[in-house]
């Protein structure tokens, strides 16, 4: 069993920065990779960046130069540096990940979700 914890959400002014943190813990070898998702009301849930374990990462476009994805293994935890935000990235942000159980058996796990708001 996995479980993933964020933290690191909150209110912002535009323009401004916050750091997302995902902590994954429970019985678990290793990770295939980590992401970050984002919902918006009356909006399906966007992928917003994701990185390998061996460290390559994509974003979104509408996040690209202002957010970096990256990870630490030894502590199985992914983070999320987002800069220079926006109001329409106002979204709950939930951290995924992938876990390997095998060569072919894999399962994804989520965190509960963090609450960014980003006001004018």
């Known amino acids: 069993q996995v479980q993933l914890v964020e933290s690191g959400g909150g209110l912002v002014q535009a323009g401004g920065s916050l750091r997302l943190s995902c902590a994954a813990s429970?019985?678990?070898?290793?990770?295939?990779?980590m992401g970050w998702y984002r919902q918006a009301p009356g909006k399906q849930r966007e992928l917003v960046a994701d990185?390998?374990?061996?460290?390559?990462?994509i974003y979104a476009d509408s996040v690209k130069g202002r957010f970096t994805i990256s990870r630490d293994n030894a502590k199985n935890t992914a983070y999320l540096q987002m800069n220079s935000l926006k109001p329409e990235d106002t979204a709950v942000y939930y951290c995924?990940?992938?876990?390997?159980?095998?060569?072919?058996?894999?399962?994804?796990?989520w965190g509960q979700g963090t609450q960014v708001t980003v006001s004018s």
């Open positions: 990185i390998t374990s061996g460290g390559s990462s």
């Open positions: 995924n990940a992938n876990v390997p159980y095998g060569s072919s058996w894999y399962r994804d796990y």
């Open positions: 429970g019985s678990i070898f290793s990770i295939n990779a």
